[in-house]
C-alpha cells in the first residue's frame, strides 16, 4: 500500500471499523427483513398460516427496516466524518511540507502540482477511507456471514455464491491495474493542461501584445484532447470491467434460481426457502459491488497519493551542525570559501567560488546574464547549500545555523517583491510579528514611503489590493525594503531590486540604498553598472567564476570584462 495512505489509515482506523461494523449491521438488517418477508410470503401458500403470522411478520419487518435505516443514516455520517478527517490531516501534513518548502524546493515540485494535490488529489484521496477500505473489509465479512445463513437451506447455492464473490475481487483488480496505468497519463495530463493553462492566464497580456493568443489557445485544445483521450480510455476499460463482473454476478444468481425451482419441483425446498435462497443471493455481492465502485476512487486515491507522496517525500531538511568548525580566518562579515553549485540536470552555476562581504561595508556583484549573481544571492540566503566548499558569517559556518536562524542576520530585497492581499501593516509584520505603529512608521520612512503613508486616509491600514495591485512596482519594491529593514537583519541583498520599476521609482530607491550603506552591510545584484560605482568592493562574475574583483577606479584601470560593462552600458545610454 501507498506510504501515504498507510500513514493517513493508522490514524482513521477506528473510524473505517466504525464503518464497516454499521455496514454489517445494515446487512445483518437486512438479512433479516428478507427472511420475514420470505417468510411470510411463503405462508400465503398455507392460507390456515397467513392471519396468524401477518401481523407479527409486518411488526418484525418494520422494526427491522426502521433499523436499517438507522444504520444507514449512522453508516452516512460516519463515512462524512471520517472524509472530513482524512481530509484535514491531508491538507495539514501537505501544507505544512510545501511551508517547509525553500524556494528551491518549490520549483523542483512544481507550484501547480503543489496546488492540485492539495486540492483534486486531497478530494479523490477522502473516499479511500470513507469507503473503500470499510467495504474492503465488508465485501470479506459479508459473503462468509451470508454462507452460514444458506448453508442449511442449499449447500451447493451457497458455496457458489460464495466463491463467485470471493473471485469478484481479484477479477476486479486485474481491471485495476489497468486502470492504474490509464490514471497515471491522466494526472499527467491534468497537470499539463493546468500548468499551461494557468501560464497563458498569467502572461495573456503579452500574449495578446505578440498576437500569440490563438496559438496557445490551439495548444491548450490538444493537451485538452490528451485529457479527453484518457478519460475515454479509462471509461472504455471502466465499462468491460462492470461488463465482466456483472455477468459473473447474474450467473451466479440464475444458477440460485435454477437451483431452487429444480428443488422446489421435487420438493426438498420450500416456497419460502427457495424466496430466502433469491433475496439473499443478490446481498452476497451488494458489498463486493459497493467495494468495486468504490475501488475505482481507490484507484484515483492511490494514484493521488502517489502524487502528494512526491511531495511529501520532497527532502526539506537542511545540513545542520552546530559543531561544525568556525571560520579559521575568524572573518568579520560574510565570506564564502570555493563554493560550488549546480542545478539538478545542469552544468555547474557556481565554479570554486570565493569572496567576502566585510561588515559594514557594501559589496556589488555584476555580470552577463547568467553568470551566477541570483545564485551567489540564493546560497547567501540560504534557499540552497553548497555542493562544495564553505559559507560563514561573522565566524560561523551556515550550515552551524538553521536558515531561520541565519536569515535573523541576513535578509533580502528581490527583483519582484511579494505582497499579499491585505493592508500595509499586515504585509509588514511579516518580517515583525511584534512591531508597533511608530516601528512600522519608520521603517516605512527609512524605505522611503514616507510621504505615501502620510497621504492615505487609511494610514498603515490602507488595503494593498491583490498582490499589492494598489501599488505601483516602485511603492511595492519599497515596501519589500521596509520589510526587510523591519527583520533588523545586518546584512541585506538587494538582488535586482530596481529591474521593475520607472526610471524616478529607481532613482528613489538608489537614494534610499544608498542611505541605507551607511548604516549596514549591503549586498547588491545590479545589471545598471553606474549604481555600483560607490560599492567599496565589486565582484565581477563569468561563467559562475569570479573574473575580477575590486573598486570601479582599480577595475576600470585593470581593464578587462568589468570595463567593457561599463563602456557597454554607457554608451546603450547615449544612443537612448
Ligand atoms: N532554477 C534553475 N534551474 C536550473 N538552472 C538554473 C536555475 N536558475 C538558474 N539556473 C542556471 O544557473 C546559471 C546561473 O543563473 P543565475 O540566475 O544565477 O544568473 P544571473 O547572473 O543571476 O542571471 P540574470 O542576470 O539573468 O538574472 C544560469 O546558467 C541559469 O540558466
Redesign the pocket.
Known amino acids: 500500500m501507498n506510504k501515504t495512505l498507510l500513514r493517513l489509515t493508522r490514524g482513521l482506523w477506528f473510524w473505517i471499523l466504525a464503518i464497516a461494523g454499521v455496514s454489517f449491521l445494515t446487512l445483518v438488517g437486512t438479512t433479516a427483513l428478507a427472511e420475514i418477508i420470505a417468510g411470510f410470503l411463503g405462508s400465503l401458500f398455507e392460507p390456515q398460516e397467513v392471519l396468524s403470522s401477518a401481523g407479527s411478520a409486518i411488526r418484525a419487518a418494520l422494526l427491522v427496516a426502521l433499523f436499517t435505516f438507522c444504520a444507514q443514516m449512522v453508516k452516512g455520517l460516519l463515512e462524512y466524518k471520517t472524509a472530513a478527517k482524512a481530509r484535514t490531516s491531508m491538507r495539514r501534513m501537505i501544507f505544512s511540507k510545501v511551508l517547509d518548502l525553500d524556494a528551491?524546493g518549490i520549483?523542483k515540485i512544481g507550484p501547480v502540482s503543489a496546488i492540485t494535490a492539495s486540492v483534486d488529489a486531497v478530494e479523490q484521496m477522502q473516499m479511500y477511507f470513507s469507503t473503500y477500505l470499510p467495504s474492503l473489509i465488508c465485501s470479506i465479512l459479508a459473503p462468509i456471514y451470508l454462507f452460514f445463513h444458506l448453508k442449511n437451506i442449499s449447500m451447493p447455492v451457497a458455496l457458489l455464491l460464495l466463491v463467485v464473490s470471493l473471485i469478484l475481487l481479484p477479477v476486479n483488480n486485474l481491471f485495476r491495474c489497468r486502470i492504474e496505468e490509464i490514471r497515471k497519463g491522466y494526472w499527467k495530463s491534468l497537470d499539463d493542461m493546468t500548468g499551461y493553462y494557468m501560464d497563458s492566464l498569467r502572461g495573456l497580456t503579452t500574449l495578446k501584445l505578440f498576437d500569440r493568443d490563438k496559438e496557445h489557445s490551439r495548444v491548450l485544445g490538444e493537451k485538452a484532447d490528451v485529457l479527453n483521450y484518457n478519460i475515454n480510455c479509462f471509461m472504455k476499460v471502466n465499462f468491460t470491467s462492470f461488463l465482466v463482473t456483472e455477468a459473473m454476478i447474474y450467473a451466479a444468481v440464475l444458477f440460485a434460481l435454477v437451483n431452487s425451482a429444480g428443488r422446489i419441483a421435487d420438493g426438498s425446498m420450500t416456497i419460502a426457502q427457495a424466496l430466502i435462497v433469491l433475496m439473499l443471493s443478490y446481498s452476497y455481492f451488494s458489498a463486493a459491488k459497493e467495494l468495486m465502485n468504490a475501488s475505482h476512487s481507490a484507484l484515483t486515491a492511490i494514484a493521488a497519493a502517489g502524487k502528494v507522496e512526491e511531495i511529501l517525500d520532497t527532502d526539506t531538511s537542511r545540513p545542520y551542525d552546530p559543531s561544525l568548525p568556525k571560520d579559521p580566518e575568524q572573518f568579520a562579515g560574510i565570506r564564502m570559501d570555493h563554493v560550488s553549485y549546480g542545478?539538478?540536470g545542469?552544468s555547474r552555476?557556481l565554479q570554486d567560488m570565493s569572496l567576502t562581504v566585510p561588515k559594514g561595508k557594501t559589496v556589488a556583484l555584476v555580470?552577463l546574464?547568467?553568470?551566477?549573481?541570483?545564485?551567489?544571492a540564493s546560497l547567501l540566503m540560504r534557499f540552497c547549500d553548497p555542493l562544495s566548499g564553505n559559507i560563514y558569517i561573522e565566524g560561523n559556518d551556515y550550515c552551524s545555523m538553521k536558515p531561520e536562524e541565519l536569515r535573523k542576520h541576513i535578509a533580502m530585497v528581490p527583483q519582484q517583491v511579494n505582497l499579499f492581499s491585505g493592508t500595509i501593516r499586515e504585509n509588514l509584520m511579516l518580517a515583525d510579528p511584534d512591531a508597533d505603529d511608530a516601528l512600522l512608521l519608520e521603517a516605512l520612512e527609512e524605505a522611503g514611503l514616507g510621504s505615501f503613508i502620510h497621504s492615505q486616509s487609511k494610514g498603515l491600514d490602507s488595503d494593498v489590493g491583490n498582490a499589492g495591485s494598489s501599488l505601483s512596482g516602485g511603492q511595492r519594491q519599497k515596501m519589500g525594503i521596509a520589510r526587510a529593514l523591519l527583520s533588523r537583519a545586518e546584512y541585506m541583498i538587494f538582488d535586482?531590486a530596481t529591474s521593475s520599476v520607472d526610471p524616478q521609482s529607481e532613482k528613489e530607491i538608489w537614494t534610499t540604498i544608498g542611505h541605507l550603506a551607511e548604516t549596514r552591510t549591503l549586498i547588491i545584484?545590479s545589471?545598471r553598472m553606474s549604481s555600483v560605482q560607490n560599492a567599496d568592493c565589486i565582484y565581477v562574475?563569468k561563467d559562475?567564476m569570479v573574473a575580477q574583483h575590486g573598486t570601479h577606479e582599480t577595475l576600470m584601470n585593470e581593464g578587462g570584462l568589468y570595463k567593457e560593462l561599463v563602456v557597454r552600458q554607457q554608451a546603450m545610454e547615449v544612443a537612448e
Not at 369 to 376: A, F, L, R, V
Request: net charge negative.
Open positions: 528551491g520549483e542545478y539538478e545542469r552555476a555580470g546574464s547568467g553568470c551566477g549573481k541570483s545564485t551567489t535586482e545584484i545589471h562574475l559562475g
